[in-house]
């Protein structure tokens, strides 16, 4: 069953800007670490679906950042590398402690096009593996601004708001029931993974905090917490 999770954007931008940002992302994983899983599961959007090892590496290099997430040769898609780097940042704070985290038990990458339906399979699958917590990255739209990578539209900001309160309540049925169509035309990076979410925690009541919300350069990004 799924114990907890914590809801992180997947840009790069957060490495080395927006510190508001990376602080909320940290303390969302720090959040799912107390829970004490027994099963940590990074999930994010890539172009197809694969499930990867819990020690896969990723870099940063190909978005001008020299950074290396987990060691050996740099195989993940940039959802799952700053997932692992947020926990190797996790890591890193307790490394002191006797109980120091472990590593992902897996990173599991989610087709941005997959289907609602395979997504919530997805999911549920997960949440059969025993006690699991999910580090799910996921970005809103890219369409909420002039400017923005996607093109500007006002269906964006309802669509990215829905996603914030989905995060800030808990609430699993209103992620899992984000429209695939209308996430590819506004440019929702993080809606496959958002219902990898909804999949592991349907049925179960979860209290949810938003964390942190922003759109620098017209993109959605969010930070939260479930419990």
Known sequence: MLVA?????HTPLIVRDLD???????????????AAPD???????A????RYAGSAAGT?????????????????PLSLTIGRWLLDADHQDHQDHQDDPDGPGALQSVAFDAAPADCLALGAALAEEGRVGLLVLADGSAC?????????????????????????????????????ADADRLWVGGRAALQV??????????SGRLLAESSPYGVGYFAGSWT
């Open 5 to 9: 999770a914590a809801v992180c954007p």
């Open 20 to 34: 508001e940002l990376r602080s909320a992302a940290r303390a969302a994983v720090a959040a799912l670490r107390s």
């Open 39 to 45: 099963l940590l599961v990074v999930v994010g959007g």
């Open 47 to 50: 172009e197809e679906t694969r």
């Open 60 to 76: 940063l290099r190909p978005w001008g950042l020299d950074v290396t997430a987990g060691a050996g040769e740099p195989v993940l």
């Open 144 to 180: 909420l601004a002039a400017g923005a990578p996607g093109r500007y539209d006002d269906a964006a900001r309802p669509y990215n708001d829905a996603i914030a309160r989905a995060v800030a309540e808990g609430d699993p049925r209103a992620l899992a029931g984000l429209d695939a």
């Open 197 to 206: 979410l909804a999949g592991a925690a349907a049925g179960r009541r979860f």
